[in-house]
C-alpha cells in the first residue's frame, strides 16, 4: 500500500517555474513507479511525466517536453515535478500516483494508488 500527498502548487505567471513535490509513505514505495498527471477544468485527466523505481527511465506527455523534468528522491520517499516556462494552458489540479511495475506507463488506468491533487494555476 502506499499513500501520496502533492504540494507546491500555486499561483505563478506565464514564464515562471513551480517545483510540485509528492510525498509518499508505505513500505513499497521505493519500488513504486511514480507519474504525474494533470486535469483541467472540462477537460479528461493528461499524462504529464513518470519515472521508474530506479530513476533510470522517464517519460513525458508532448505538451510538456523540454520543460517539466521529473525526478526522485528515494531516501526522502518523495518525487518531484519542476515545472519550467509555464504557459497558462499549464492550469489545472496535478495529481500523483504510483504503481509497482518498473515500466513506463501513461495510461491512469495502470495506476493503483493516487493522492488528492495540488492546484497550479499559471496567469498571462
Known amino acids: 500500500q502506499v499513500q501520496l500527498v502533492e504540494s507546491g502548487g500555486g499561483l505563478v505567471q506565464a514564464g515562471g517555474s513551480l517545483r510540485l513535490s509528492c510525498a509518499a509513505s508505505g513500505r513499497t514505495f521505493s519500488t513504486a513507479a511514480v507519474g504525474w498527471f494533470r486535469q483541467a477544468p472540462g477537460k479528461e485527466r493528461e499524462f504529464v511525466a513518470t519515472?521508474?523505481?530506479?530513476?533510470?527511465?522517464?517519460a513525458y506527455g508532448d505538451s510538456v517536453k523540454g520543460r517539466f523534468t521529473i525526478s526522485r528522491d528515494n531516501a526522502k520517499n518523495t518525487v518531484y515535478l519542476q515545472m519550467n516556462s509555464l504557459k497558462p494552458e499549464d492550469t489545472a489540479v496535478y495529481y500523483c500516483a504510483a504503481h509497482n511495475r518498473d515500466l513506463v506507463l501513461s495510461r491512469e488506468a495502470l495506476y493503483d494508488y493516487w493522492g488528492q491533487g495540488t492546484q497550479v494555476t499559471v496567469s498571462s
Open positions: 519515472i521508474t523505481w530506479s530513476g533510470r527511465s522517464t
